[in-house]
């Protein structure tokens, strides 16, 4: 699975780790994640991440 980066603050999402504070959780692929949830660090929506693996 492909790892993804916020290109406003450079928050990586990594398909292994989720983001369980968030409800994500580990092995749950960038695609599968629900459209409203939004980057944990500076909250931009997932139109705002890019791959990078």
């Not at 790892?3 to 780790?17: D, F, G, R, W």
């Not at 409203?36 to 890019?50: A, H, M, N, Y």
């Amino acid at each position: 699975m492909k790892k993804y980066k916020c290109t406003v603050c450079a928050y990586i999402y990594n398909p292994q780790l989720g983001d369980p504070d968030s409800g994500i959780n580990p092995g749950t692929a960038f695609e599968n994640i629900p459209d409203s949830w939004t980057c944990p660090v500076c909250g931009v929506d997932k139109s705002q991440f890019e791959a990078i693996e």
